[in-house]
């Protein structure tokens, strides 16, 4: 048998490399520093890590964990927690509020069953290029669903006029002798923010509020009715309160305020 030059020192270097990558102290002590540092701690979980370039890293090395405790895991985790919270996705600070904005497309499932596929994709296609430059100017968008999306600003003014803006856009668009009607919701509160998204009662409430609205509507939640400036006016939802809504809060449709007479 040949055996390399060298050979017996390579293997002794990565059996030693090996031994450390599991050593148990070196690995509680990386997490420990991990709790420490800015950003999210828990980062590489599947909630934690969005489709941008930096979660899909993470998500190649948080299965390393199924298989042995790896030390080499923990520290490229923890370097993409720092790039995370100073270079990547935007981080609220403690106890701030965030205005979250949900669109969609009213009928849009019932109309795609009429026209087809080809139609519904050219529908989605000239609505996102009508909203998501108006969204962008104002907020981010977190995510698309379906024939709608989910997008946080910082104010509710901000979101409120992003949403009328969106739904005038719409209303303007003529895609092949059809007409679409966006509706929107808006609410303000405090969700968890893990990775590029955002989860919890408030986003939930945002989402039925969406629902509340028909066909060409702006729905807000009281609690970014009692936010609004004087530059909206808002009216009471009688004949629906919307699925789902919880019993504290309640929907309101909203519009820009005409301009009063020149003085």
């Known amino acids: 048998m040949i055996v390399r030059q060298g050979e017996p020192m390579r293997r002794r270097v990565l059996e030693a490399a090996s031994r450390l990558d599991s050593d148990p102290r070196l690995l509680a002590a990386v997490e420990w520093t991990r709790s420490w540092l800015p950003g999210d701690p828990f980062y590489g979980d599947p909630l934690s890590t969005g489709d941008d370039a930096v ?28 790039w995370q919270a100073h270079a990547g996705v935007e981080e609220r600070p403690d106890g701030d ?12 499932s019932d109309w795609t069953l009429e026209v087809g596929d080809d139609l519904a994709v050219t529908a989605l296609r000239r609505v996102g290029a009508a909203v998501e430059p108006l ?5 981010r968008v977190v995510k698309r669903l379906g024939d709608g999306l989910m997008a ?28 679409l009607h966006l509706r929107a919701g808006v609410h303000v509160g405090r969700p968890q923010q893990l990775g590029g998204d955002y989860y919890g009662r408030d986003v939930n409430i ?5 629902d509340a609205a028909g066909a060409g509507e702006v729905c807000v939640s009281s609690p970014t009715r009692a936010l609004l400036d004087g530059s909206y006016a808002t009216f009471p939802l009688s004949r629906r309160r919307g699925k789902g809504v919880p019993p504290d809060i309640t929907p309101w449709r909203v519009g820009r305020r005409p301009a009063g007479p020149p003085g």
Request: hydrophobic share 50%; no cysteine; proline share 4%.
């Open 55 to 82: 979660g899909r890293v993470a998500a190649q090395l948080a299965p390393l964990a199924a298989t042995r405790p790896s030390v080499l895991r923990e520290v490229g985790l923890t370097a993409l927690q720092l």
């Open 135 to 139: 969204v962008r100017r104002r907020g």
């Open 152 to 179: 946080v600003h910082p104010t509710v003014e901000d979101a409120v006029e992003v949403a009328l803006a969106a739904r005038d856009a719409v209303e303007e668009l003529d895609v092949e002798g059809h007409r």
């Open 97 to 108: 509020d965030v205005v979250v904005l949900f669109t969609d497309l009213a009928g849009f």
């Open 206 to 210: 945002a989402a039925r509020i969406t």
